[in-house]
């Protein structure tokens, strides 16, 4: 089974940048489309941005404009570029497969990356 594990999470200012990476352990041209998702604190899962193989993508309401979802597939790996960070963004960010809203207060989601913004 394939093994996700992010990273390139930290603490930033309020208005700074920051690209997270997610590392896939086989191909996720295989897996197909991927997102990420996140947990603000107090708040149940919900998703970011999600990217096909092909590199369509969608984004939250609340971070289109300001965050950038790409992948390399060759590499196994999939980003998200954020700019203009709030600290409303402050969360544990995960990658993922395209997931159903059902699957988000599943358990089974790895260890994520913490994102901190400060004012």
């Known amino acids: 089974q394939v093994q996700l594990v992010e990273s390139g999470g930290g603490l930033v200012q309020a208005g700074g940048s920051l690209r997270l990476s997610c590392a896939a352990s086989?191909?996720?041209?295989?897996?197909?489309?991927m997102g990420w998702y996140r947990q603000i604190p107090g708040k149940q899962r919900e998703m970011v941005a999600t990217?096909?193989?092909?590199?369509?993508?969608n984004y939250a309401d609340s971070v289109r404009g300001r965050f950038t979802i790409s992948r390399d597939n060759a590499k196994n790996t999939v980003y998200l570029q954020m700019n203009s960070l709030k600290p409303e963004d402050t969360a544990v960010y995960y990658c993922?497969?395209?997931?159903?809203?059902?699957?988000?207060?599943?358990?089974?989601w790895g260890q994520g990356t913490q994102v901190t913004v400060s004012l």
């Open positions: 990217i096909t193989r092909t590199g369509s993508t």
């Open positions: 993922n497969k395209v997931q159903p809203a059902y699957a988000y207060t599943n358990n089974d």
């Open positions: 086989r191909s996720i041209f295989a897996i197909g489309s």
